[in-house]
């Protein structure tokens, strides 16, 4: 069974604070994903990783960083947190496809984050 | 124009209804299409892929329409169990990265 965790389920933090929310793939998947989810907003990706130190935007990355040292470990920066980003985050990993029908995502289960 | 839209719903069927979602996509190129399915406070667990024409699982037939863009999702039968957000996917024009567009995901609540 494919695993991915994220070190918190929910967290508080305050308005500057810097953030880090860590993802974790046991199944040796090539591609990382982090995601936000809000209300009405669906899924966005932030940035996506096909390989060890190698990054890609994704859709809203700015406030964002990412790191990716070891192939199974994704981490998800926030440099000085906002109010604004309050929301959920989404740790995804996934093969690299040779053909496009292997995408198939799997997730962790989420850090629900709180900037006050 | 969203990549990829859903009607948001909620949709509000009794058990045994047969229900249908449909999903748009904007990109011509996208050649893999996926359904997810979310409970609340939980992440998106694959449901099913649609390659070609189409797919079916037990109560579950997705379609794909590539003439008019969009894929859909039937459920025959409705379960109590099936109430959930479904999220349907494509492949984001064919990127080889595994880069997949979600739509915003379709409310289903199945009453008694």
């Known amino acids: 069974d494919v695993k991915v965790t994220q070190s918190s389920r929910y967290l508080v933090k305050r308005t500057g604070e810097k953030v880090f ?39 809203i990355p700015e406030g964002y960083s990412v790191s990716r040292e070891k192939k199974e470990r994704f981490s998800l920066i ?18 690299i496809a040779r ?3 292997y995408n198939e995502q799997f997730f962790g289960p989420g850090t629900r984050l709180t900037v006050l | 124009r969203k990549e990829v839209e859903q009607d948001p719903g909620p949709f509000n069927v009794p058990e045994g209804a047969t229900v249908a979602f449909n999903c ?22 694959l449901l099913m892929s649609v390659y ?19 894929i859909s999702l039937l459920i025959r039968d409705s379960k109590l169990s099936d109430s959930a957000t479904y999220l349907c996917a494509d492949n984001a024009g064919g990127t080889s990265y595994g880069k997949l567009t979600f739509g915003q995901g379709t409310i289903l609540t199945v009453h008694p």
């Open chain 1, 99 to 101: 053909m496009s029908s």
């Open chain 1, 21 to 59: 929310l860590e993802c974790v793939q046991d199944m040796d998947h090539e591609n990382m994903f982090w995601y936000r989810q809000d209300p009405g907003l669906g899924l966005r990706l932030i940035y996506f990783s096909y390989d060890v130190k190698m990054k890609e935007k994704g859709d």
């Open chain 2, 24 to 45: 748009t996509y904007s990109n011509s190129a996208s050649q893999s299409f996926f359904w997810y399915r979310q409970d609340c406070r939980k992440e998106p667990k």
């Open chain 2, 52 to 70: 070609s024409s189409g797919n079916e699982d037990g109560r579950f037939t997705a379609q794909l329409n590539r003439a008019s863009q969009y």
């Open chain 1, 78 to 95: 926030l440099e000085s947190a906002s109010t604004n980003q309050t929301s959920m985050y989404l740790c995804a990993s996934s093969y």
